[in-house]
């Protein structure tokens, strides 16, 4: 069983930053893509970001530029961090990661971008 904590998110301002954090627990990720997600109430879950096993990242195209996607094999631990904050960049923060086949999910942490 794996479990994913998300944390890092609150409020803050346009143009400001913040950096999330996904530890995972129960078996090591190292092997495996993981990737952030993020919703809107109303709204489909948006793709974030994705790092693969080797290192390899890939962005959606609304955070390309101004959000980075990093991981720690040795803590089991991905982060997000993000710059350049927009009010629609407000959205709670999913950490993901498919081992078939399952698909885990962290319990999200809220991002909230206001002045």
């Known amino acids: 069983q794996v479990q994913l904590v998300e944390s890092g998110g609150g409020l803050v301002q346009p143009g400001g930053s913040l950096r999330l954090s996904c530890a995972a627990s129960g078996r090591s990720l190292r092997n495996y893509a993981m990737n952030w997600y993020r919703q809107v109430p109303g709204k489909q879950r948006e793709f974030v970001a994705v790092?693969?096993?080797?290192?390899?990242?890939n962005y959606g195209d609304s955070v390309a530029g101004r959000f980075t996607i990093s991981r720690d094999n040795a803590k089991d631990t991905v982060y997000l961090q993000m710059n350049s904050l927009k009010p629609e960049d407000t959205a709670l923060y999913y950490c993901?990661?498919?081992?078939?086949?399952?698909?885990?999910w962290g319990q999200g942490t809220q991002v909230t971008v206001s002045s």
């Open positions: 790092i693969t096993s080797g290192g390899r990242t």
């Open positions: 993901n990661t498919f081992l078939p086949p399952i698909n885990y």
